[in-house]
C-alpha cells in the first residue's frame, strides 16, 4: 500500500509538473508582462470563434447545386419610388416588360410610401399609383403589383411605433387604401424591428384579414436570421442594433403572411466564397423556419456598395445565386413556394440582370 502511495505521488509530481512550472514563470513576469498576456488570450478567443464561423459559411460554399434548385416563376423585384410619383411613362412600362420576358419574376414591389410615423398615407405621396396598376396589369398579365410600405421604426429610431394601437390602425386603413388603387398585395418594409416585438405581429394579425377579404397578397421584408444561435442578442448588447431575428420569431412572423422576402445582402462578409457560403445558410434557416404554404424569397443584391457593411467585390449576384442554389439542394430541393428577390431596380446593372439569369432562370 505504501508503494503504491508513493507511485502515485510521483505520478502526480510529473503531472503537475508543467503546471508548477508555468505558475512559477508567471510569478516571475512583470505585472505588464502579466497584463500583456491576459489582453492576448481574450482577444484570441473571439478571434478563434469568428474564424471557426467563418470556416462555416466557407465550407457552405462547397459542393455543386443541385438540378432541381432553380426558379419556380415565384420571384419578385422592387421597384423605387419613381413608377409611381409621376416620373415614369407608359414606355417605361413596355421596357420593364420587355426586361422581365423570360425570367422567373411574379410580383414587383412598388415604393408606394413611405407611411407617415403616425401610420397614414398621403395620396399626394403616390399620384400615379392607379396608373401604374393600369398600365402593368395591361401590359404585363399574370404579373402581380404589390405596393411596398415601410418606415423606420422605435424604440431604435424616433419614427413610428408600433406597440401603439392606434398607429396599427393607421397602417391598416394605409392597407386599404393602397388595395382601393388596384394594387394586388401589401408589401411591409419596416426596419429595424427587433425580434419580440409584439406590436409587429399584432400589426399583421390585423392587416392579414383586410388583404384576404380582397384576395390580395400579404408580403413583408424581413432580416437575416443568427448565423448562430443568440447572436441577435449580443448584437443588441453591444451595438443596440437588431441586425437578425432568431428562428422562433422569423416563424412567428412568417405565419402571418402570404409572402417572406429575406434581405439577404448587407452582410459584411469580406469576400464572395464567405458571402456565398452565408447566404447559403441563410437560405438553408429560412427553409426551416418558413411553413411549406409560405411564398419564402431569398434577396439578390441588384445593386453596388462599398463600405464596412457591403463590400460590393464580395456581395455579387453570382455569389448569391450560388448560395440560394446550395442551401434550397441541402434542405428542401422539392420546395415549390420559393424564389428569389432582386433589389433594387434602380440601381441594377445588365451584369447583375445576366447573373440571375444565367445562374437562377437557365440553371435547369
Same mark, same amino acid.
Given at each position: 500500500?505504501?508503494?503504491? &502511495? ?13 503546471? &508548477?512550472?508555468? &505558475?512559477?514563470?508567471?510569478? $516571475? ?7 500583456? #498576456? ?11 470563434? #469568428? ?44 421596357? #420593364? ?133 443568440? #447572436? ?28 417572406? $422576402? ?103
Amino acid at each position: 500500500m505504501a508503494g503504491f &502511495r508513493i507511485f502515485a505521488q510521483r505520478v502526480g509530481r510529473v503531472l503537475t509538473a508543467p503546471v &508548477r512550472a508555468l &505558475r512559477t514563470r508567471w510569478r $516571475a513576469w512583470s505585472w505588464w508582462r502579466r497584463a500583456l #498576456l491576459v489582453l492576448v488570450l481574450a482577444a484570441a478567443v473571439p478571434t478563434a470563434a #469568428l474564424g471557426s464561423v467563418f470556416v462555416m459559411f466557407r465550407l457552405h460554399y462547397t459542393g455543386t447545386p443541385g438540378a432541381e434548385a432553380h426558379t419556380r416563376g415565384r420571384d419578385a423585384l422592387w421597384l423605387g419610388h419613381a413608377w409611381v410619383d409621376g416620373r415614369k411613362t407608359d414606355a417605361d412600362v413596355a421596357a #420593364l416588360g420587355r426586361q422581365l420576358a423570360g425570367t422567373g419574376i411574379r410580383d414587383l414591389y412598388v415604393h408606394t410610401g413611405p407611411l407617415e410615423h403616425d401610420g397614414t398615407l398621403p395620396p399626394s405621396v403616390h399620384p400615379r399609383g392607379r396608373w401604374f396598376t393600369d398600365a402593368v396589369h395591361a401590359a404585363l398579365p399574370g404579373v402581380r403589383v404589390q405596393a411596398w410600405l415601410g418606415d423606420e421604426v422605435k424604440p431604435e429610431r424616433d419614427a413610428m411605433d408600433l406597440e401603439d394601437g392606434p398607429t396599427r390602425d393607421r397602417v391598416t386603413a394605409s392597407a386599404g387604401q393602397v388595395l382601393d388603387l388596384g394594387f394586388d398585395g401589401v408589401h411591409f418594409d419596416m426596419e429595424p424591428i427587433r425580434p419580440g416585438s409584439a406590436g409587429w405581429l399584432t400589426l399583421l394579425d390585423q392587416v392579414r384579414p383586410v388583404t384576404a377579404a380582397r384576395g390580395a397578397k400579404l408580403s413583408v421584408a424581413v432580416p437575416q436570421i443568427d448565423p448562430v444561435p443568440g #447572436l441577435h442578442t449580443a448584437g443588441i448588447l453591444l451595438t443596440d442594433h437588431g441586425k437578425w431575428w432568431d428562428q422562433a420569431y422569423f416563424t412567428q412572423t412568417a405565419r402571418r403572411v402570404g409572402q417572406i $422576402a429575406v434581405m439577404s445582402y448587407d452582410t459584411s462578409m469580406p469576400t464572395e466564397p464567405l458571402y456565398g457560403g452565408y447566404v447559403a445558410r441563410q437560405t438553408e434557416l429560412a427553409l426551416r423556419a418558413t411553413p411549406a404554404d409560405v411564398d419564402l424569397l431569398m434577396g439578390l443584391p441588384f445593386f453596388w456598395d462599398d463600405k464596412w457593411g457591403h463590400w460590393g467585390d464580395a456581395e455579387t449576384v453570382p455569389a448569391a445565386v450560388r448560395g440560394v442554389r446550395l442551401g434550397l439542394g441541402r434542405e428542401d430541393p422539392r420546395r415549390q413556394n420559393f424564389g428569389v428577390a432582386l433589389y433594387v431596380d434602380f440601381a441594377s446593372l445588365p451584369e447583375h440582370w445576366a447573373a440571375y439569369r444565367d445562374g437562377w432562370v437557365d440553371a435547369a
